[in-house]
Every structure is written in structure tokens, then in C-alpha cells.
């Protein structure tokens, strides 16, 4: 134990989570054996394409998938397993100790509630505060989102704010429950790249100082790249990779996450064609039995197309998915 | 090819102003004031070459879709000039408009919304061949095989429908559907926003592929600035409907001239984790469109402002070769790589003492 580095323990633990759609017989599995943790005060990213699965992983820790969908798996918070709490527990928990922010402030903020009052809420839900306090809470929170005159525009309604500013309102509702944990849905998708760039830099200045932990989904690599300190891969509803930013983006270990970064174009090959990882992601209703990148994988071997390849650790805490993560690895 | 073929200017467009007037509501009516005009592009001028690409770069509301519709006159520009092989668009009528459309073509950036549903991807393609009369006959579904074959589609692709194909599919349909009339020009508008990275280099080598086969001039507007960088000779980068500066890409990405494109550069999220800042590139919102601010519009987030920019509006201007700016400041100013001199907004860390 004494030669690798004190780390912390992780306060949430995600084993085994599923999620799966449609009939017993036909069943869609959205989300497959996703496993990850998440320590005091760090950014995890989990990143992948439209249809990953990366999102519903997201609700799904907060429970926020009703049936029909079947979730199972182990979602440990502080020792808890949220999927077996019961319905009051969650409600603590939720909005609570963990708190969530979407990509879409305008269809996730309510448009007849002044933003006062939808900090003041959760200020009544989740804190002791009497009336006057969580007036005076509220303005101080809009203030630390950094919204100009927080005092004069309090009072506001959602609509009457810019989409960024929209975004800093969702923000300051999350935080009036001083949470342990920020889940973000794509934050920032929706925003120009100016206001994308203040708003996770305030998120990483909130994390900072409240020391909280904060679980980053997207789809943007360089988002990734600015913003997380490990970095969690999904492709098909599974994990492809798992590990430190620094080590995946220098080299990435499983075919898929190195196809991913192939893609994104970067300084200096002016018009040269990139390299794009052929063909498409496939369908919920249409997967390989093996590894669900075997299809487009240009590393692929017989093995691939066996069973679905497990994560497995290849440095500490860096695991990947990939049969051929050697051969990845050299490239 | 990383050098085009630069055989003077294409298409040339000169002071090009867009207004909009916003409709007045009942109170507005009763009082009598003016209706609000949205001041969407304000004297726009470039010229692009044949065979080239110019990347048109910016945020949403800095009119650089309207400058496209303006292009193929889907909005009728309040002023200005766009010249297209010697002759004035704006006044084409009859055939010769025809023709114009033929040759400019624009690719959107939703394929769902521009395709029709209820046509095959055959029907759509036949349409826009026997419009323009460039088939007939049996040589119809010939050109629809050879169209499929250039954007990388099955043929069968040619009997279904634009929702039995993926969002990737469904940009090649756009792709081809423009094709379809042989242009000499695409303007393509956030062509590969939609998509997913690994889909997106598909349609982006694509693009470049088709560009050299046709030898096609293409107009490519977005806002991520990594591909515009890989895809474009030139760089227009707009704000608030007004270029702020152009120049070849390389310069422009090496040593911009205009804070606006400093600050853009550095908001765009490096792909190095080792690299890494933690101050905004850029404070504040863009002002609305509605009351434009006086002088430069940038000036109220400019972090060089001087008493000059609050009222003189600075001209596109001449900063070495091929390299032009609107702004004040003296050229060699900005430090693209020094540490910004600003302190940190102190973030109050009163929350967690909080009871």
C-alpha cells in the first residue's frame, strides 16, 4: 500500500448499473454493466456519442428513470445504495447532497416561477433557513453565480434571462442545497463557446472552493480536456475506458477512445483529410454479441466478436474494455 | 492542396446591410412608437475566389447565417451589393436568376428539415435535375446512381425515405441533393453541427474530397473553430453582423489581430489537458442586436478598450498581406500567449461557511 500515492475514498461507487427498455423477451439494454467512482472533489467526465448511454447513466443514478425502464446495479453514496433507498431517503439525497444541472435551462427551469423562487424552494426543501435567510440566501447565490445586479434581477423570470445566464440561474438552484456532488448534463452544449468557456470555469471555481465533486457529461473532448481530472469513456451503454485525462488524451488505450480523439481536428493539418472511424454507432436493437465496436474497429481480431470484453485495470485506476489495448497502445 | 488556386474573386460582396423590423406589439401600436429593427448584418464586404474555401466563423446572432441566406437570396438584403461572375445577383431575374441558383447552392445544417419526408431520396434528386432541365430521360436515373456513388450512399439509398437514414446519411442526401445541379459554389451552414465527431470527419473528408473532384468554391459557416481551421484557406470571423477580421487561416489562428478573435481562440476549449487556464477569455454577453452599442460594437467586452473604441466604429483595415482587422489598436498588441493581466474574480468563499 505504501508505494502507490493516498487516494482517497471514492463517496460514490457505481457497479453493475443497467438500465433496460422493452419486454423481457426483447429487451433493450441502454446501459450495460457501467461501472465508475467518483472522489472528493474531483471532475469525472463521461464522454461518448449521441446514444452512449452517458446521459441515462446520469438519471439513473438519481433514480430519475421510471419504469418501464429496469434499473439495476449497485449506485453506492457515502456507503447507500440509492436504488434501494426508499422514496423519502431519496429525496434527501437528491436535489440534496447530490444535485443535477441539464443542458437545457429553459425546458428545466419552471417558466412561471420567478428564479428567486425556484432557489427559495429548494432553500425550503433542503436547509433551515427561516423566510428573510433565504431571501438573503438566494441573492448571495445568484451573486455567486455571477449575475450582474442579483438584488435588482431576483425577481426575474427564466425567459427574461440570456441562455447563459439561464445556465448560472440552474446553477445557483443546485447549489442552494450546498451539495456534495454536481451531476452536469451537457451544460454547455447548448451555448456559444465564449459563454461555454465562463460557465465551466465557474463550475471549476464552485468546485473548488466548496470542494465538491462534480460528474461531467459531454460529448465535447476538449470540454474533457479543460475541465475533468479522469475521464470515463462510454461507447454502446458501456464503458470502453476509464482513467486519468492526462494518460487517456497522451494515450489512449482502448481502439474506440483512440479513434474518438483521431477525429477532432487540430492545428497544422490544414485541409488534409482526418481520420474518421467508419461506418456509425450502432442501434440499441442491433448490437454485436462481442465488443459493440467491433464492427468499425480497425484493431479488430476473431476474439472481439466472442463476449463482450471486460474492464480491466492497465495502471492504477486506468482500465479499458479492449482485447487489443497493446496494439492500441503502441500506435 | 493546401494552397488554392486563387484566380480572382468569384464572388464579391460589398456593404452588404440586413434589417429586420420587428413586428409591434398592441402597446407599441397604441403609443405610436417605431417598430424595433434587428440590425442583422451592417456592412459586410469580402470576396471569395474560385476553388477556394472561406471559413465564415462566429457566435449564434453575429448574422452569419443571414449573410448566407442573403447569399442565395432567401432574404433580400436593405443595402449593398453581391457580385457573382462580374454580375449584380441582387438584380437577376428570369433565367439568368435561374442560373444563379443553380450555380449556388446551400447545403443546411438540419437535413430533417430540408428534406422532404414524403419524397424518396430518387424523387428529391429527380426534382432538382429535370428542374433545371441538365437530364432527360434515361439519363435521369443515371445521373441519381452517379450523385449517390459521389456522396458515398448505397444505391439503394435512392427508394427510401430521409427517416430510414442516420443523421450522418441524411447530411450525404443534403450533399448530393445540392449536387444534383452541378453549382460551382456550396454554402454550407453549420453542415456538421449536428453530427457526432467520428460522423463529422466522415462528412468534413467528404467535403474536401468533392471540393478537389468539382473544383468547388465553398462558403463554410460554423462555429467551431477547430474545423474551420482544418477546412478553410481563408477566415472571415463576424461579430455582431460585421466581419471583425480576415486573413489566411494560419495567420488568423497564429496571430490574430482583433480581440474579439484573441478572445475566441482562447475560449474554445484546447484539446491538451496539459494546458490549461482558469481565467474567462471573455467577459460578459453579446449585446442585442436590437441596440447596437456605439462605436466598436465589441467594446463592452473588450479587454483593451480605449476612449476611441466607446465612439468611433474602427474599419476593416489592411494588417500586412492578406490580413485585415477592424479595430483601433495598433497593429502587434495583442499578446495572444501572455498571461492576462486581469485578477481573478474572487469567487466568495463564504458559501461553505455558511450554516
Redesign the interface.
Known amino acids: 500500500m505504501n508505494s502507490a500515492p493516498q487516494v482517497p475514498e471514492p463517496i460514490l461507487s457505481v457497479r453493475g448499473l443497467r438500465v433496460a427498455f422493452g419486454t423481457p423477451r426483447h429487451e433493450l439494454v441502454a446501459v450495460d454493466s457501467v461501472d465508475f467512482d467518483v472522489r472528493p472533489g474531483e471532475v469525472l467526465g463521461l464522454a461518448g456519442?449521441?446514444g452512449s448511454g452517458k446521459s441515462l447513466t446520469l438519471r439513473a443514478l438519481l433514480r430519475l428513470v421510471r419504469p418501464p425502464a429496469r434499473v439495476s446495479g449497485e449506485v453506492l453514496w457515502r456507503g447507500r445504495d440509492v436504488l434501494r433507498m426508499a422514496e423519502r431517503e431519496v429525496r434527501g439525497v437528491r436535489g440534496g447532497e447530490i444535485a443535477m444541472i441539464f443542458q437545457e435551462p429553459m425546458s428545466a427551469l419552471n417558466p412561471v416561477l420567478t428564479v428567486g423562487t425556484q432557489i427559495r424552494e429548494n432553500l425550503e426543501e433542503h436547509t433551515?433557513?427561516d423566510g428573510a435567510a433565504r431571501q438573503a440566501?438566494a441573492i448571495?447565490?445568484l451573486?455567486?453565480v455571477?449575475i450582474p445586479a442579483a438584488k435588482a434581477r431576483i425577481e426575474d423570470y427564466p425567459h427574461q434571462f440570456?441562455g447563459?445566464?439561464r445556465q448560472r440561474a440552474m446553477i445557483a438552484i443546485a447549489?442552494a442545497s450546498?451539495p456534495q456532488l454536481l451531476l452536469a448534463d451537457e451544460p454547455t452544449t447548448a451555448l456559444?463557446?465564449?459563454?461555454?468557456?465562463?460557465i465551466?470555469?465557474l463550475i471549476?471555481?464552485?468546485r473548488?472552493?466548496?470542494?465538491m465533486s462534480v460528474v461531467l457529461v459531454t460529448?465535447?473532448?476538449?470540454?474533457?480536456?479543460?475541465?475533468c481530472d479522469r475521464l470515463t469513456v462510454m461507447y454502446a451503454g458501456r464503458v470502453a475506458e476509464s482513467g486519468p485525462?492526462?494518460e487517456i488524451?497522451e494515450r489512449p488505450r482502448h481502439a474506440y477512445t483512440l479513434?474518438?480523439?483521431n477525429?477532432?481536428?487540430?492545428?497544422g493539418?490544414?485541409?488534409?483529410?482526418?481520420?474518421?472511424?467508419?461506418g456509425?454507432?450502432p442501434s440499441l436493437a442491433n448490437r454485436a454479441p462481442g465488443c459493440a465496436f467491433a464492427p468499425r474497429c480497425p484493431f479488430v481480431v476473431a476474439d472481439c466478436s466472442v463476449a463482450p470484453p471486460p474492464l480491466v485495470d492497465i495502471a492504477p485506476m486506468h482500465g479499458t474494455a479492449c482485447i487489443q489495448h497493446r496494439k492500441v497502445a503502441q500506435r | 492542396m493546401s494552397v488554392a488556386p486563387i484566380t480572382g474573386p468569384v464572388m464579391r460582396v460589398d456593404d452588404l446591410h440586413m434589417r429586420f423590423k420587428r413586428p409591434r406589439s398592441v402597446m407599441e401600436r397604441l403609443s405610436g412608437r417605431p417598430a424595433r429593427i434587428v440590425h442583422a448584418l451592417n456592412g459586410v464586404s469580402f470576396s471569395v475566389a474560385r476553388g477556394e474555401t472561406l471559413g465564415i466563423v462566429g457566435e449564434s446572432g453575429c448574422g452569419k447565417s443571414t449573410l448566407a441566406r442573403c447569399l442565395v437570396r432567401l432574404n433580400t438584403p436593405s443595402a449593398g451589393t453581391i457580385t457573382y461572375d462580374g454580375r449584380d445577383v441582387l438584380t437577376l431575374a428570369g433565367a439568368a436568376r435561374r442560373d444563379y441558383h443553380r450555380r449556388v447552392q446551400m447545403v443546411f445544417q438540419d437535413p430533417y428539415g430540408s428534406l422532404n419526408p414524403r419524397m424518396t431520396v430518387r424523387q428529391t434528386l429527380t426534382e432538382a435535375i429535370q428542374f433545371h432541365g441538365l437530364r432527360v430521360g434515361g439519363a435521369v436515373p443515371e445521373r441519381v446512381s452517379e450523385l449517390l456513388e459521389l456522396v458515398r450512399l448505397p444505391a439503394d439509398a435512392a427508394e427510401r425515405y430521409p427517416h430510414e437514414f442516420s443523421g450522418g446519411q441524411r447530411q450525404r442526401i443534403g450533399i448530393a441533393r445540392a449536387l444534383a445541379v452541378e453549382p460551382d459554389c456550396l454554402i454550407a451552414d453549420e453542415l456538421v453541427s449536428a453530427l457526432d465527431v467520428s460522423v463529422q470527419a466522415q462528412i468534413i473528408n467528404l467535403l474536401l474530397e468533392l471540393q478537389q473532384r468539382l473544383h468547388l468554391t465553398i462558403l463554410f459557416i460554423a462555429h467551431d473553430l477547430r474545423l474551420i481551421r482544418h477546412i478553410s484557406h481563408r477566415v472571415a470571423v463576424m461579430y455582431l453582423g460585421a466581419i471583425v477580421e480576415l486573413a489566411e487561416t494560419e495567420t488568423l489562428f497564429r496571430a490574430p489581430a482583433h480581440p474579439y478573435t484573441e478572445a475566441l481562440l482562447k475560449a474554445a476549449p484546447e484539446l491538451d489537458p496539459a494546458r490549461r487556464s482558469v481565467i474567462d477569455a471573455v467577459r460578459g454577453e453579446l449585446p442585442s442586436p436590437l441596440a447596437l452599442p456605439a462605436g466598436c460594437p465589441f467594446h463592452p467586452r473588450c479587454r483593451y478598450v480605449m476612449d476611441r473604441c466607446r465612439v468611433e466604429r474602427p474599419p476593416l483595415e489592411g494588417r500586412g498581406a492578406h490580413h485585415l482587422a477592424a479595430c483601433h489598436l495598433e497593429a502587434g498588441t495583442l499578446r495572444p500567449t501572455a498571461v492576462q493581466a486581469e485578477a481573478e474574480e474572487p469567487v466568495h468563499a463564504r458559501i461553505g461557511g455558511m450554516p
Open positions: 456519442e449521441s433551515d433557513l440566501r448571495e447565490l451573486d455567486l455571477g440570456s447563459g445566464m447549489l450546498e456559444d463557446v465564449t459563454i461555454q468557456d465562463q465551466l470555469k471549476l471555481r464552485l473548488r472552493d466548496l470542494n460529448h465535447d473532448l476538449g470540454v474533457i480536456a479543460q475541465t485525462v492526462s488524451f479513434g474518438l480523439l477525429s477532432v481536428p487540430r492545428g493539418a490544414l485541409r488534409q483529410p482526418l481520420s474518421s472511424i467508419a456509425q454507432p
